[in-house]
Protein backbone atom coordinates (compact mmCIF):
# COMPACT_ATOMS: atom_id res chain seq x y z
CA UNK A 1 0.00 0.00 0.00
CA UNK A 2 1.30 3.74 -0.96
CA UNK A 3 2.00 6.08 1.34
CA UNK A 4 -0.68 7.94 0.13
CA UNK A 5 -3.30 5.54 0.39
CA UNK A 6 -2.06 5.31 3.99
CA UNK A 7 -2.76 8.86 4.88
CA UNK A 8 -5.92 8.69 3.67
CA UNK A 9 -6.63 5.85 5.92
CA UNK A 10 -5.18 7.66 8.80
CA UNK A 11 -7.54 11.08 7.87
CA UNK A 12 -10.45 8.97 7.57
CA UNK A 13 -9.77 7.14 10.83
CA UNK A 14 -8.87 10.37 12.74
CA UNK A 15 -12.67 12.28 11.67
CA UNK A 16 -14.68 8.94 12.22
CA UNK A 17 -13.34 8.65 15.71
CA UNK A 18 -13.51 12.50 16.93
CA UNK A 19 -17.22 12.66 15.07
CA UNK A 20 -17.80 9.31 17.88
CA UNK A 21 -16.00 11.11 20.46
CA UNK A 22 -18.24 14.02 20.12
CA UNK A 23 -21.12 11.97 19.90
CA UNK A 24 -20.63 9.66 23.45
CA UNK A 25 -23.41 10.81 25.50
CA UNK A 26 -21.89 8.38 29.13
CA UNK A 27 -18.59 7.38 30.60
CA UNK A 28 -19.49 3.82 29.30
CA UNK A 29 -19.71 4.72 25.93
CA UNK A 30 -16.53 6.68 25.54
CA UNK A 31 -14.75 3.63 27.94
CA UNK A 32 -15.98 1.53 24.46
CA UNK A 33 -14.61 4.25 21.96
CA UNK A 34 -11.53 3.96 23.58
CA UNK A 35 -11.30 0.25 23.49
CA UNK A 36 -12.26 0.29 19.53
CA UNK A 37 -9.41 2.57 18.51
CA UNK A 38 -6.56 3.00 21.06
CA UNK A 39 -7.05 -0.85 23.14
CA UNK A 40 -4.30 -3.99 22.05
CA UNK A 41 -6.80 -4.81 19.28
CA UNK A 42 -7.77 -1.20 17.98
CA UNK A 43 -7.73 0.14 15.26
CA UNK A 44 -5.04 3.08 15.33
CA UNK A 45 -2.97 -0.15 16.95
CA UNK A 46 -3.75 -1.79 14.07
CA UNK A 47 -2.06 1.18 12.26
CA UNK A 48 1.09 1.16 13.90
CA UNK A 49 1.40 -3.07 12.98
CA UNK A 50 1.29 -1.96 9.13
CA UNK A 51 4.19 0.12 9.19
CA UNK A 52 6.27 -2.70 7.66
CA UNK A 53 3.88 -2.51 4.11
CA UNK A 54 6.33 0.84 4.01
CA UNK A 55 9.77 1.21 2.49
CA UNK A 56 12.04 1.63 5.57
CA UNK A 57 12.97 5.50 4.48
CA UNK A 58 9.05 6.27 5.19
CA UNK A 59 8.45 4.06 8.14
CA UNK A 60 9.74 6.83 10.86
CA UNK A 61 7.25 9.29 9.48
CA UNK A 62 4.59 7.18 9.53
CA UNK A 63 5.50 6.22 12.69
CA UNK A 64 5.10 9.49 13.63
CA UNK A 65 1.98 10.65 12.24
CA UNK A 66 0.17 7.56 14.05
CA UNK A 67 1.57 8.40 17.55
CA UNK A 68 0.33 12.28 16.53
CA UNK A 69 -3.02 10.97 16.30
CA UNK A 70 -3.31 8.60 19.03
CA UNK A 71 -2.35 11.25 21.29
CA UNK A 72 -4.84 13.63 19.54
CA UNK A 73 -7.72 11.22 20.05
CA UNK A 74 -6.30 10.77 23.91
CA UNK A 75 -6.63 14.15 24.48
CA UNK A 76 -10.16 14.46 22.99
CA UNK A 77 -11.06 11.83 25.04
CA UNK A 78 -9.91 13.45 28.21
CA UNK A 79 -12.30 16.41 27.36
CA UNK A 80 -15.32 14.30 26.14
CA UNK A 81 -15.01 12.40 29.44
CA UNK A 82 -14.55 15.76 31.50
CA UNK A 83 -17.95 17.22 30.49
CA UNK A 84 -19.92 13.81 30.23
CA UNK A 85 -18.61 12.88 33.94
CA UNK A 86 -19.68 16.30 35.13
CA UNK A 87 -23.08 16.08 33.00
CA UNK A 88 -23.56 11.95 34.83
CA UNK A 89 -23.03 13.27 38.36
CA UNK A 90 -25.18 16.58 37.63
CA UNK A 91 -28.16 14.02 37.01
CA UNK A 92 -27.27 11.90 39.31
CA UNK A 93 -27.58 14.30 42.52
CA UNK A 94 -30.77 15.62 40.92
CA UNK A 95 -32.23 12.18 41.11
CA UNK A 96 -30.63 11.24 44.90
CA UNK A 97 -31.45 15.33 45.70
CA UNK A 98 -34.26 14.85 49.43
CA UNK A 99 -37.17 16.62 49.11
CA UNK A 100 -36.96 18.76 52.65
CA UNK A 101 -40.14 19.58 52.31
CA UNK A 102 -41.59 15.76 53.04
CA UNK A 103 -41.83 14.45 56.84
CA UNK A 104 -39.32 12.55 57.67
CA UNK A 105 -39.72 8.56 58.12
CA UNK A 106 -39.07 7.14 61.96
CA UNK A 107 -37.51 4.52 62.10
CA UNK A 108 -38.90 1.60 64.70
CA UNK A 109 -36.49 1.24 67.27
CA UNK A 110 -35.77 -2.58 68.58
CA UNK A 111 -36.78 -3.33 72.11
CA UNK A 112 -36.07 -5.84 74.31
CA UNK A 113 -38.03 -8.99 75.06
CA UNK A 114 -40.23 -9.10 77.91
CA UNK A 115 -38.40 -12.52 79.12
CA UNK A 116 -35.03 -10.50 78.55
CA UNK A 117 -36.10 -7.82 80.74
CA UNK A 118 -37.60 -10.03 83.69
CA UNK A 119 -34.19 -11.95 83.29
CA UNK A 120 -32.15 -9.27 83.66
CA UNK A 121 -34.38 -7.74 86.68
CA UNK A 122 -34.15 -11.14 88.38
CA UNK A 123 -30.21 -11.06 88.57
CA UNK A 124 -29.80 -7.55 89.16
CA UNK A 125 -31.92 -8.58 92.68
CA UNK A 126 -29.55 -11.46 93.08
CA UNK A 127 -26.31 -9.60 92.18
CA UNK A 128 -27.61 -7.39 95.24
CA UNK A 129 -28.18 -10.20 97.64
CA UNK A 130 -24.51 -11.46 96.73
CA UNK A 131 -24.41 -13.74 94.36
CA UNK A 132 -22.64 -14.89 91.45
CA UNK A 133 -24.22 -14.92 87.98
CA UNK A 134 -22.87 -18.00 86.49
CA UNK A 135 -23.72 -19.65 83.08
CA UNK A 136 -23.96 -23.42 82.16
CA UNK A 137 -24.21 -25.18 79.14
CA UNK A 138 -27.56 -26.22 77.49
CA UNK A 139 -25.89 -29.14 76.07
CA UNK A 140 -25.46 -30.87 79.43
CA UNK A 141 -24.10 -34.34 80.56
CA UNK A 142 -26.30 -36.84 82.01
CA UNK A 143 -24.20 -36.98 85.35
CA UNK A 144 -24.86 -33.03 85.83
CA UNK A 145 -28.37 -33.19 84.57
CA UNK A 146 -29.17 -35.89 86.66
CA UNK A 147 -26.71 -37.78 88.60
CA UNK A 148 -25.14 -36.27 90.71
CA UNK A 149 -28.02 -34.67 91.61
CA UNK A 150 -29.44 -37.46 93.64
CA UNK A 151 -32.14 -38.85 91.22
CA UNK A 152 -32.91 -42.21 91.36
CA UNK A 153 -32.10 -44.41 88.15
CA UNK A 154 -36.06 -45.10 87.75
CA UNK A 155 -36.91 -42.24 87.93
CA UNK A 156 -39.35 -40.56 84.95
CA UNK A 157 -37.78 -37.64 84.48
CA UNK A 158 -34.94 -39.68 82.93
CA UNK A 159 -36.85 -41.59 80.39
CA UNK A 160 -35.91 -40.49 76.90
CA UNK A 161 -39.57 -39.89 76.43
CA UNK A 162 -39.46 -36.74 79.25
CA UNK A 163 -35.92 -35.36 77.83
CA UNK A 164 -34.17 -34.47 74.56
CA UNK A 165 -31.02 -37.25 74.09
CA UNK A 166 -28.09 -35.89 71.71
CA UNK A 167 -26.34 -38.96 72.47
CA UNK A 168 -26.34 -41.82 75.45
CA UNK A 169 -24.83 -39.33 77.88
CA UNK A 170 -25.67 -35.87 76.90
CA UNK A 171 -29.42 -33.97 76.84
CA UNK A 172 -30.64 -30.82 76.50
CA UNK A 173 -30.87 -29.71 80.03
CA UNK A 174 -34.24 -30.16 81.55
CA UNK A 175 -33.04 -27.82 84.58
CA UNK A 176 -30.43 -25.32 85.66
CA UNK A 177 -30.12 -27.31 88.41
CA UNK A 178 -27.41 -28.89 86.44
CA UNK A 179 -25.01 -26.29 87.37
CA UNK A 180 -24.61 -27.27 90.77
CA UNK A 181 -22.21 -30.21 90.22
CA UNK A 182 -20.12 -28.28 88.07
CA UNK A 183 -19.46 -25.28 90.51
CA UNK A 184 -19.31 -27.75 93.53
CA UNK A 185 -16.58 -29.60 91.22
CA UNK A 186 -14.41 -26.53 90.82
CA UNK A 187 -15.14 -24.29 93.98
CA UNK A 188 -15.18 -24.87 97.54
CA UNK A 189 -17.73 -22.94 99.93
CA UNK A 190 -18.61 -20.62 100.94
CA UNK A 191 -20.56 -20.01 97.71
CA UNK A 192 -23.70 -17.74 96.33
CA UNK A 193 -24.42 -18.88 92.81
CA UNK A 194 -27.01 -17.86 90.63
CA UNK A 195 -27.74 -19.34 86.95
CA UNK A 196 -31.10 -17.88 84.40
CA UNK A 197 -30.99 -19.73 81.23
CA UNK A 198 -33.13 -22.04 78.74
CA UNK A 199 -34.03 -25.62 79.79
CA UNK A 200 -36.02 -27.90 77.44
CA UNK A 201 -38.39 -31.03 78.24
CA UNK A 202 -40.60 -33.24 76.30
CA UNK A 203 -43.51 -31.54 77.31
CA UNK A 204 -46.66 -30.45 74.58
CA UNK A 205 -47.26 -27.05 74.40
CA UNK A 206 -49.86 -25.11 75.21
CA UNK A 207 -51.29 -22.41 77.14
CA UNK A 208 -49.09 -22.81 80.44
CA UNK A 209 -46.73 -26.00 78.99
CA UNK A 210 -43.70 -25.20 76.17
CA UNK A 211 -40.61 -27.66 74.73
CA UNK A 212 -38.22 -24.77 75.70
CA UNK A 213 -38.55 -22.65 78.96
CA UNK A 214 -36.35 -20.03 81.30
CA UNK A 215 -35.28 -21.32 84.81
CA UNK A 216 -33.75 -19.51 87.53
CA UNK A 217 -31.58 -21.32 90.04
CA UNK A 218 -30.04 -20.14 92.95
CA UNK A 219 -28.05 -22.27 96.03
CA UNK A 220 -26.07 -21.35 98.95
CA UNK A 221 -23.28 -22.91 100.45
CA UNK A 222 -21.56 -22.43 104.04
CA UNK A 223 -21.52 -22.80 107.19
CA UNK A 224 -24.84 -22.63 109.51
CA UNK A 225 -27.09 -22.30 106.60
CA UNK A 226 -30.79 -23.45 107.48
CA UNK A 227 -34.31 -22.90 106.36
CA UNK A 228 -34.47 -19.49 107.74
CA UNK A 229 -31.85 -18.30 105.41
CA UNK A 230 -34.04 -19.73 102.56
CA UNK A 231 -36.78 -18.06 103.36
CA UNK A 232 -35.15 -14.99 103.86
CA UNK A 233 -33.52 -14.98 100.10
CA UNK A 234 -36.57 -15.86 98.60
CA UNK A 235 -38.72 -13.68 100.92
CA UNK A 236 -36.85 -10.88 99.91
CA UNK A 237 -36.49 -11.59 96.05
CA UNK A 238 -39.94 -11.71 96.40
CA UNK A 239 -41.03 -8.20 97.29
CA UNK A 240 -38.14 -6.80 95.54
CA UNK A 241 -40.35 -7.92 92.15
CA UNK A 242 -44.09 -8.19 93.31
CA UNK A 243 -43.96 -5.55 95.83
CA UNK A 244 -42.65 -5.16 99.74
CA UNK A 245 -46.09 -6.09 100.91
CA UNK A 246 -45.41 -9.21 99.13
CA UNK A 247 -45.81 -12.42 101.84
CA UNK A 248 -44.19 -15.97 101.47
CA UNK A 249 -45.40 -19.28 102.46
CA UNK A 250 -43.58 -22.60 102.63
CA UNK A 251 -45.23 -26.79 102.14
CA UNK A 252 -43.66 -30.02 102.07
CA UNK A 253 -42.76 -31.07 98.93
CA UNK A 254 -40.38 -34.14 97.35
CA UNK A 255 -37.39 -32.99 95.35
CA UNK A 256 -34.54 -35.40 94.78
CA UNK A 257 -31.72 -33.01 95.16
CA UNK A 258 -32.65 -31.17 98.39
CA UNK A 259 -34.00 -32.73 101.99
CA UNK A 260 -36.18 -31.32 103.28
CA UNK A 261 -38.00 -30.26 100.64
CA UNK A 262 -40.88 -27.65 99.96
CA UNK A 263 -43.12 -25.59 97.47
CA UNK A 264 -42.72 -21.69 98.08
CA UNK A 265 -45.72 -19.24 97.04
CA UNK A 266 -46.22 -15.68 97.65
CA UNK A 267 -49.18 -13.61 98.58
CA UNK A 268 -51.51 -12.53 95.44
CA UNK A 269 -50.29 -8.92 94.15
CA UNK A 270 -53.45 -8.43 92.89
CA UNK A 271 -56.15 -9.02 95.54
CA UNK A 272 -54.00 -8.97 98.40
CA UNK A 273 -54.73 -12.62 99.78
CA UNK A 274 -58.78 -11.49 99.60
CA UNK A 275 -58.99 -14.34 96.34
CA UNK A 276 -59.08 -13.19 92.82
CA UNK A 277 -58.65 -15.08 89.40
CA UNK A 278 -55.10 -14.36 89.24
CA UNK A 279 -54.63 -16.82 92.65
CA UNK A 280 -57.85 -18.84 91.22
CA UNK A 281 -59.47 -17.40 94.63
CA UNK A 282 -56.78 -18.92 96.80
CA UNK A 283 -54.86 -16.01 98.18
CA UNK A 284 -51.59 -17.41 97.26
CA UNK A 285 -49.56 -17.97 94.11
CA UNK A 286 -47.12 -20.46 93.46
CA UNK A 287 -43.82 -19.73 92.52
CA UNK A 288 -41.65 -22.83 92.63
CA UNK A 289 -39.82 -25.39 94.07
CA UNK A 290 -36.87 -25.36 96.78
CA UNK A 291 -35.38 -26.99 100.06
CA UNK A 292 -32.09 -27.78 101.66
CA UNK A 293 -29.43 -29.49 99.37
CA UNK A 294 -29.16 -33.06 100.18
CA UNK A 295 -26.21 -34.48 102.21
CA UNK A 296 -25.50 -36.83 99.40
CA UNK A 297 -24.59 -33.96 96.80
CA UNK A 298 -21.92 -32.61 98.58
CA UNK A 299 -20.57 -35.40 99.98
CA UNK A 300 -20.46 -36.61 96.45
CA UNK A 301 -18.16 -33.51 95.89
CA UNK A 302 -15.92 -33.80 98.83
CA UNK A 303 -17.40 -31.05 100.67
CA UNK A 304 -18.17 -32.24 104.83
CA UNK A 305 -22.32 -32.03 105.14
CA UNK A 306 -21.93 -32.17 108.65
CA UNK A 307 -19.75 -28.75 108.87
CA UNK A 308 -21.47 -27.69 105.67
CA UNK A 309 -25.24 -27.13 104.62
CA UNK A 310 -26.83 -25.22 102.03
CA UNK A 311 -30.24 -24.23 100.01
CA UNK A 312 -31.40 -24.16 96.15
CA UNK A 313 -34.57 -22.64 94.86
CA UNK A 314 -35.70 -22.45 91.42
CA UNK A 315 -38.71 -20.87 89.59
CA UNK A 316 -39.22 -19.66 86.01
CA UNK A 317 -38.77 -16.85 84.23
CA UNK A 318 -42.08 -17.00 82.07
CA UNK A 319 -43.92 -17.62 85.21
CA UNK A 320 -42.71 -14.20 86.62
CA UNK A 321 -43.10 -12.43 83.30
CA UNK A 322 -46.99 -14.24 83.13
CA UNK A 323 -47.39 -12.97 86.68
CA UNK A 324 -45.62 -9.11 86.28
CA UNK A 325 -48.12 -8.25 83.11
CA UNK A 326 -50.93 -10.36 83.35
CA UNK A 327 -50.83 -12.63 80.73
CA UNK A 328 -52.08 -15.76 80.26
CA UNK A 329 -50.60 -17.79 77.49
CA UNK A 330 -47.18 -19.14 77.76
CA UNK A 331 -46.77 -19.46 73.69
CA UNK A 332 -46.85 -15.72 73.06
CA UNK A 333 -43.48 -15.37 74.39
CA UNK A 334 -42.12 -17.47 71.33
CA UNK A 335 -44.85 -16.80 68.50
CA UNK A 336 -42.65 -13.48 67.52
CA UNK A 337 -46.31 -11.63 67.07
CA UNK A 338 -44.87 -7.87 66.83
CA UNK A 339 -48.74 -6.98 67.93
CA UNK A 340 -47.86 -8.63 71.09
CA UNK A 341 -44.11 -8.10 72.01
CA UNK A 342 -44.77 -3.83 71.06
CA UNK A 343 -47.03 -3.70 74.15
CA UNK A 344 -43.08 -4.07 76.01
Known amino acids: MSETNLQAVLETLRQEAETNISLASSSGELSQIETEYLGRKGKVTELL ?4 ELPKEERPAWGQNVNQLKDQLVEKLSERRTVVEAEESEQRLRGEALDVTLPGRLYRLGKKHPLSTTAAEVKQIFIGLGYQIVDGPEVEKYLYNFDVLNYPEDHPAMDAQMSFYVADDLLLRTQTTALQGRVMQTQKPPFRICTVGRCFRYDAV ?8 HQVDCFTVDEGISLADLKGVITQFARKIFGSDTKTRFRPDFFPFVEPGVEYGVS ?12 KGSGWIELGGAGMIHPNILERFGIDSEKYTGF ?20 LFLENDLRFLRQF
Not at 49 to 52: A, L, N, S, V
Request: hydrophobic share 35%; with cysteine; charged share 20%.
Open 312 to 331: AFGLGIERIAMLQHGINDLR
Open 268 to 279: CFVCKGAGCPMC
Open 49 to 52: RRTG
Open 206 to 213: DVTHSHTF
